[in-house]
Each structure stands twice: as C-alpha cells, then as structure tokens.
C-alpha cells in the first residue's frame, strides 16, 4: 500500500466510483491522510470544487483531509471511515469553505468530522448535510462525539435534514455543545435514538471492511427515513467499482 494515495496541492479532482484503502495490516503504520486538498485558492477569483462520488475511503489514519480556504468539498453517496476522524477539514484565517454531505455514511472510530481554524480573524466552514448518516464508530469499544471543533465553534455554519444519528456516538461536540450548532432551524426532520441508525450485521475487522458492511438494518429508522420513505446514507449496491446503477 502505499503511505498516500492523493496528495492535490491546490487544482480539483474527482473519485468516482473507488474504493480507496489505506494499509490496516502493514507494520508500518502510515502518517499521512489518503487523500488530502493541501494549499488554497485565495487566487482563484472563484470557489474550486472536489467531487467524491459513489466511492468508500478506509484508512487507519485520516481517510480525508481538506483544506478549504475559498474551495467546496463535495461526497455524493459515500462511505467514509478509518481508525481515526472521518474527515478533517481546515480553513485560514479570514476564509470561507463549504462542506456538503449528499447521501453519505461516517463511520470512523474517532469523530466524524473533525473541523479547525488559523488565528482571527477566523475563517468560516459552511456545512450542509442532507439524508446522511453519522454512523457508529468501527471500534466496538469506541464512543466518540460526532463533530470536534478546534478554534472556536462560531466558524462553523451548520445545516442538515433528514440525517441520522448512530446512538453509539455521544452526539455532540467534543469541547462544545451540540445544540448551540444545530439550534434555530439549523437541523430538520433528524433521526436519533436507539433505533436511529443500525447497522444489519456487526462490523468486522477493519482488514474485512466492504462496503456492505455498511448496510442499514431494514428495520431501523434511517432506513425509511429519505424524502421518498427510503434509505438514508450511502446506498451501498451503488458504491465502488461495481455499483449497480439506479433503475
């Protein structure tokens, strides 16, 4: 395996349909991310954006870490998970970026978005979540909150419907409350609670991740939770290189 996959230091891509894995059995154990947005586009006149698409990330450190100074990352029906965070995200001082989650499924053993920010004045991290879920971490023994915050929690502009919540993750911040991001409007029609989000079998080693061990079990409710009475998530029969395409 190789110690990173994608290193892209300014410029954009796209992964479509991948499954991307980080080394979880070699002795030596990786430092870098597997895919990592280096540098910024302050330049750019404007927002650079990143597409991963019907794609899973596994790593036993960072699966994904972006820098989004003036840059919007973008996961499409996606699964991300690892021994560590989900997805680290940074942003310079004075700078805005923007995060969407589309249908996806996080389910790292640490937090799964962890967000941090440069001195003041401080930058601005938008972030919309739509019928995804933040689903329970890969280690059993694991209880992690769902978001960490370091910088101050005022940098992120949050917004979310029709998510689920894994009750296996403390649900909030690490440091910070959980309701003052969510509060006012910012998060509709969420699922949380024992049932909320349940997996159909228990997760397996990291070295045995597929993606369909990330399928819901059909009688929770983030099964039946999207706009259309259907699941929300990844649609794992539609992720990596054999995806089975929508009817």
């Known amino acids: 395996y190789p110690r990173r996959l994608l290193l892209a230091n300014g410029g954009r891509f796209v992964i ?16 870098e991310p597997l895919v990592e947005w280096a540098g910024d586009d302050f330049e ?12 899973m990330l596994s790593s036993p450190v960072t699966p994904l870490r972006a820098s989004l100074g003036n840059r919007q990352l973008y996961l499409r029906n996606s699964i991300v998970t690892g021994l ?26 640490a937090e799964c978005l962890a967000f941090s920010f440069d001195a003041v004045p401080q930058g601005t991290i938008n972030v919309w979540a739509n019928e995804s879920v933040f689903g329970p971490p890969l280690q059993a023994d694991a209880t992690p909150a ?30 910070v409350g959980w309701g003052n991001l969510r509060a006012d409007g910012h998060a509709l029609r969420f699922a949380e609670g024992v049932r909320a989000v349940l997996l159909a079998a ?46």
């Open 16 to 31: 479509r349909n991948c499954i991307l894995e980080g080394d979880t059995i070699g002795s030596d154990t990786p430092i």
């Open 44 to 55: 750019a006149g404007a927002v650079t954006s990143c597409l991963i698409d019907s794609s």
């Open 84 to 109: 560590r965070e989900g997805i680290s995200v940074s942003i310079a001082s004075g700078a805005q970026g923007w995060l969407v989650l589309d249908s996806s499924t996080l389910a790292p053993s």
């Open 146 to 175: 769902t978001v960490s915050i370091a910088g101050g929690s005022d940098g992120v502009l949050w917004w979310e419907d029709r998510c689920g919540y894994s009750d296996r993750r403390s649900g909030g911040i690490a440091g």
């Open 202 to 247: 228990t997760l397996p080693e990291p070295r045995d991740l597929t993606v369909v061990a990330f399928q819901l079990a059909p009688d929770c409710d983030a099964a039946h939770w999207d706009a259309a009475g259907g699941e929300i998530g990844a649609n794992v029969v539609q992720v990596g290189p054999q995806a089975v395409e929508p009817p």
